[in-house]
């Protein structure tokens, strides 16, 4: 079946500027999670959907950032006002049990 | 706090085993796994373990870990151009499902 899906695969922003990344994941997927690469901090987590419970969001880093989830599906990541530091791959991964996380090809971010 | 640990680099020849090694602190990770990453592609699963195991085995794959040191290991038998990649060795954390990660192993394979 289909995997995670995330859009759009390359971004390139200016700074000031806020950014949507988009995040399909696999159908039937109850969890969803965020998470941030970056050259020399390697995976970071970001935040995380489990069903209707509230999110966990204690991996964000600012409060320039922000994701929503709709309808226990498609989740979307904000960042506001970017920043040249937010430049990174951004990865999102769904699972049905907390055991396995799939995750999708990423939206890499560049802010100049 | 949580911290999981890999060397970063790893070069092989074809043909022979490799293993990547992985240490981590958070001795109450219930899930260790190990991640393929290949240029510009996202993450694989390609297998975890139950902190309850010592050993678990899929195909060419081996994975051994000693919860007493809290280290784990990655082993390729008779690895393949194919295989080279970043390999990341996570956790899952004690405060919810989040994963933790090492900053990976380049694994680098040589014909």
């Not at chain 1, 226990?72 to 990865?91: H, K, M, N, P």
């Not at chain 2, 309850?52 to 390729?76: A, C, G, Y």
């Not at chain 2, 393949?80 to 390999?87: F, L, N, R």
């Amino acid at each position: 079946g289909a995997g995670v899906s995330q859009s759009p695969s390359n971004k390139v922003t200016e700074k000031g500027k806020d950014v949507e990344l988009r995040c399909d994941p696999i159908s039937g997927h109850t969890a969803l999670y965020w998470y941030r690469q970056s050259l020399g901090q390697g995976l970071e987590f970001l935040i995380y959907f489990q069903g209707n419970s509230a999110p966990d969001k204690s991996g964000l880093p600012s409060d320039r950032f922000s994701a929503e989830r709709t309808g226990g599906s498609v989740s979307t990541l904000t960042i506001q006002r970017t920043q040249q530091e937010d430049s990174a791959v951004y990865l999102c991964a769904s699972s049905l049990s907390p055991g396995e996380q799939y995750f999708g090809p990423g939206t890499r971010l560049t802010v100049t | 706090g949580e911290d999981v640990e890999q060397s970063l680099f790893l070069s092989v020849r074809e043909g022979d085993s490799s293993v990547i090694n992985c240490t981590y602190t958070d001795s109450s990770s219930t899930y260790l796994y190990w991640y393929k990453q290949e240029p510009g592609a996202g993450l694989q699963l390609l297998t975890y373990i139950f902190s309850n195991m010592d050993m678990k085995q899929d195909q060419r794959l081996t994975v051994l870990l000693n919860k007493k040191d809290k280290h784990l290991s990655l082993r390729i038998a008779d690895t393949q151009t194919g295989d080279s990649a970043i390999y990341f060795c996570a956790e899952r954390g004690q405060a919810g499902t989040a994963l933790i990660f090492g900053k990976g192993t380049t694994l680098s394979v040589s014909s």
